[in-house]
């Protein structure tokens, strides 16, 4: 009895011996996927808390910890609303990674853990939506469509089946008004939704509008000091929006790899795509790179005359002219607009830009964006096989083309993470606008729900 004793004393003895080294080992040299996961969640949960007014134990639970991989069940966040943080760790304890909250320019990750410096990067005041009894997209009143067409409309966004799995906002858009919407439980008109990719889209619009006031070209080269010495110095703007540029990035999500690096360990989101090497000559190879989208929100700032002046930019050449009051474009730590990733914005502001696309550029009979910019939306390039544009945009949607689904050829797409999408179907005068929480693992394809409501309204305009 005394060896098992002295046997079971001596596994508690190296058990404890484990963990305390193991803890010391998270503590001080925690692996960076932890730190991912927690920059991750810090994040998602800061600008769902302070920008979208949710839950933040609702967000952790329903945003972070639902849709991915088991380990981020393992993560805790500590709120603190009086100083605009988030922090996440591991276990409540490991790999902490911060998020803070900067008012009108939303949240940021601080992952070097320096809130002061990211405190007095950047600064934009808020500004206050104006209320007016104005029809839509003019103003605030929506009137859905009526008849047996409405009903017919309202039965197709509100059928869970075409809606697909934690649907969080559908807006059909018809002849420039609001005919069917619907709002998953806890969310609706006024609250403010994460665009993901389709940000990329958003993006590419505001060098549209530099490109009218003849600060941008298609034609730029030499965009960076880094690629003046060497062959990425013959890299155009044209390459970068069309993904075509051949530099290196890896778009793998799950692991640190460069866009995960990117979004939650760099303090920079332009470094690692800034000084990638190139791995092909520009238009050879297509390579889907969030990374390219960052560096274009760094060229397009930089064309205007100081940080002050690109920050206020968005809104005042888009988000204003459009009326897009509810948007939210955030910057990371050194005053970078995350131009792959974070936009927020309410369904009905992103149904507004989805009719800007439809209308050419045109806004209450102003062309806000140069002619053929959004034409370069609707062109399929060569390297992608078809199914991206030259400028920032989808010409398939998730899973299939327009041809599979039998919707129409000039059908074309924004499309971002977990299920968010803008169907923008010229021939139509159609805009579809779905967001959700839907990973692609579920399988959920829009396209369907589009073809529905295409079924319905085409009688009505033959």
Known sequence: MRLISRVIGALIVLLLIIVAGGAIWLSVYPPELLKVGDGYAAKIVCSNTFVAKRDPDKVLEEDVQAPGNPALK????????????????????????RALYRGALGCALVPDGDLQAARSAVFLNKVKAPKSDAVWPDGDTVNLGQGDEGTKLANIVSNSDL??????????????????????????????LIGWSMTKTVNAAIIGRLMLAGRMSF??????PQWSVDPRKDIKLSDLLAMESGLAFNESYGTVSDVTRMLYLDPDVTSIAADAH?????????????????????????????????????????FGPLGMYSAVFEADERGTFVGSSYLYANARDWARFGLFLLQDGVWNGHRL???????AMRTPTKASEGVYSQAQAWLAGPGGSNAQ????????????????T???????????VRMGLTPTWADYRPQILVKRIMDVIKPAST
């Open 405 to 420: 689904f039998g919707l129409p050829a000039d059908t074309f797409w924004m499309t971002g993470h977990d299920g968010q």
């Open 422 to 432: 803008i169907a923008i179907v010229p021939s139509a005068n159609l805009v579809v």
């Open 163 to 192: 809606a697909g799995p934690a649907m969080r906002a559908i807006v059909v858009v018809k002849d420039g008004r609001i005919v069917a919407e619907t709002y998953g439980d806890g969310f609706g008109k006024g609250t403010p």
């Open 369 to 375: 964006l140069p002619e053929g910019f959004v034409g």
């Open 278 to 318: 190139q791995l092909a000559a520009p238009g050879e190879r297509f390579s889907y790179s969030s990374g390219t989208a960052a560096l274009l929100s760094r060229l397009w700032m930089n064309r205007l005359p100081n940080l002050s002046a690109a920050i206020s930019y968005p809104r005042e050449a888009l």
């Open 219 to 224: 034609d730029d080269q030499n965009l960076l």
């Open 74 to 97: 393992l993560i805790r966040v500590y709120v603190d609303r009086e100083e605009g943080v988030v922090t996440a760790r591991f276990l409540g304890l490991f790999a902490p990674n």
